[in-house]
């Protein structure tokens, strides 16, 4: 069964309440045929689903933006891109042995930034579609001064492989990824077979992928992908020791208003 939160540490940043759509509570999921598996990796090799991050649906990814010079932002085609030394810095951060987290889809970005203001020691990666809000966290990267902190509007999934070393990251955060409800929009959903070899490549042995939800039966497909995979233990409540305190997401915020539940779980790379 998976795991409900008591309610954590209240934001601390210029937190504003927005509304949420209180959504959809039909998601519907089955385990994987053996044709629905090979369907998912043929889908992930030919870049189906991809938001954003593929260089044929946006073109300019090869570049970086004007606005992102010389600032802690970078895009896996971007990373030669010599008007800026945006690649040449990112490269030596990972190639330090500074501990590594990632968000994928960071919204806003309040857990993001808390984060990264908790743990100057570390290094954070955070991965956000949306353009807008990428360049709003630039903006608040930039104001809180913190220096331990690099943004991505690509799509995670198209970047990850090409950027991250393999064994790199310490903790992914996962955190109320979208559940794309309708059947012809499924392709767009994070979580496939795929996806979590992944993360099994790119999580050192020993670290973690925090994942949250407050769509209970989306927790519970994640919790069927991730704990079939032979590099993954079962999901473990105490891997939230290793979180420690947090600041909420905006999601989350919302749901501890509205008193909705929400799922944690953890999982750890053998
Ligand atoms: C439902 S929102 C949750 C945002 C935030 N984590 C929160 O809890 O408030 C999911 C976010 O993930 C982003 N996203 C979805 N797929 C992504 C991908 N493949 N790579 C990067 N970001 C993605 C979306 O743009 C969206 O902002």
Redesign the pocket.
Known sequence: MSMQESPPAQPIFDYEASVFSAGRMDFAWEELSEEDRRQAYADWEAGKGL?G?NPHVRPGSAYLPEWGLNLPFFRALALDDLRGDNGARLRAELASDRALEVE?????GD?LLDRARRHPEKLLIG????TK?TRLMLQRVERYQVNNLWLSN????FNIPIVLPDQRVSLFHI????PWWKSQHRI?R?FSPPFVDLLAAKLRPGGILYFKSDVQEYGEMVRYLVEQHPAFLPHDPAGSDEIGDFAL????AWCLKHNRPVYAFYFRRR
């Open positions: 938001i991050g994928i889809g960071f919204g806003r857990f991965y956000e579609t949306k809000a690509d799509d995670a999934r955190l109320f990824p979208d767009k994070l997401t905006h999601r989350e």
